[in-house]
């Protein structure tokens, strides 16, 4: 069974930075292609970032691209989103997702395509 535990969230000014973690007890971890998705208070949930097993692809959504960056330490079986230049839009309940995947360069953005998911960290951001 996959666990996945996100961490790193709280409450920040405008323009600080956080960077969200999300542990994974998956044995294979390099066999998994890992999202990022939020949910904003009044909106559904959106996707964020992804990374491909090997690291070497990802995807952002519009809004977050030059701010956000999405790696993996397959070592230590955790991917990471660090968030700069945030903004009030970014306020949200942050998910990590995975899903076993065969190739490499792989990441997916719809959330039908991720099988596991975590509870989720709060990100808030004050003006």
């Known amino acids: 069974q996959v666990q996945l535990v996100e961490s790193g969230g709280g409450l920040v000014q405008v323009g600080d930075s956080l960077r969200l973690s999300c542990a994974a007890s998956i044995r294979t971890f390099n066999s998994y292609t890992m999202g990022w998705f939020r949910k904003a208070p009044g909106k559904e949930r959106e996707f964020v970032a992804a990374?491909?097993?090997?690291?070497?692809?990802?995807g952002y959504i519009d809004s977050v691209k030059s701010r956000f960056t999405i790696s993996r330490d397959n070592a230590k079986n955790t991917v990471y989103l660090q968030m700069n230049s945030l903004k009030p839009e970014d306020t949200a309940i942050y998910y990590c997702?995975?899903?076993?995947?065969?190739?490499?360069?792989?990441?997916?953005?719809?959330?039908?395509?991720?099988?596991?998911w975590g509870q989720g960290t709060e990100v808030t951001v004050s003006s």
């Open positions: 990374i491909s097993l090997n690291g070497e692809a990802t």
């Open positions: 997702a995975a899903r076993p995947v065969a190739l490499g360069s792989i990441w997916f953005r719809e959330e039908r395509s991720y099988e596991s």
